[in-house]
């Protein structure tokens, strides 16, 4: 089984200094989207699964129009950890001065996210609750006590466009790590690269092996962002 995380390309955070709460892309983002898209094209996916967030949405575009007979899901499970709603029309610089002190929290305050927002200890048991229910459909399942996933022969081909914090929490439940509450900070991603985890037999049952990570090699330098 294969398992590919597209992050979303760049979004418009700051509109005309204005912070935006849910962004769709920037042109460069739609850039990017595009050729993503391109790099894809020869690819096939038994399914393609899409955060419910703008910009996901808007980078998936491109993705769809090349893959026209692949089903395609709306997934409200693989949208980003929610920032306070208040925060949309603030002050840029003051999210941005948010952020940056927020980063010298101890680890017991990280687990409770922006004053506001969703708490991580919540996103990242939508995310994992959500990715084991949508692979038990497939009837790919995790197995407590060997610390290993059951992976049926026929297990589908999947593409989700998500986002950095998502895709990091897919990687770490995936991967069999423990969790923490930063974890777009030890998986941390470009805009609009993919990664790429592929099942392997072991011990009777099966792992999920890191085959590439954050991979931008088409995107020529300047629109390499994250």
């Known amino acids: 089984m294969e398992i590919l995380l597209l992050r979303h390309a760049q ?6 200094g204005l912070s935006q709460v849910d962004p769709g892309l920037t042109e460069k983002g739609r850039r990017q989207a595009a050729l993503a898209a391109e790099r894809l094209a020869d690819e096939r996916f ?3 699964l899409v955060s419910t967030a703008t910009r996901s949405q808007e980078t998936a575009v ?3 129009e090349q893959h026209p007979e692949t089903p395609t899901r709306d997934r409200a499970w693989l949208h980003e950890i929610r920032m306070p709603g208040s925060w949309e029309g603030t002050p840029a610089e003051e999210v941005e001065r948010a952020f940056a002190e927020a980063r010298d929290r ?4 990280w687990w409770e996210g922006m004053p506001g927002g969703e708490s991580f200890r919540d996103f990242h ?4 609750i959500g990715l084991e229910a949508e692979l038990a459909e497939s009837g790919v399942t995790y197995d407590p006590e060997l610390g290993l996933w059951n992976v049926p022969r026929d297990a589908p081909r999947l593409l989700m466009v998500a986002h950095a914090g998502t895709n990091s929490v897919v990687l770490g439940r995936l991967l069999g790590l423990q969790p923490q509450p930063w974890e777009w900070e030890r998986f941390a991603s470009n ?13 009777g049952a099966h792992i999920f092996s890191l085959q590439s990570f954050s991979d931008v090699s088409y995107f020529p330098p300047e629109l390499v962002t994250a």
């Open 46 to 48: 038994d399914e393609l």
């Open 62 to 64: 491109p993705v769809r």
């Open 106 to 109: 101890p680890r017991e305050v």
């Open 125 to 128: 048991a939508r995310v994992t």
């Open 191 to 203: 805009h609009a690269s993919l990664t790429v985890l592929r099942s392997a037999p072991i011990g």
């Open 11 to 16: 979004p418009e955070w700051n509109r005309d």
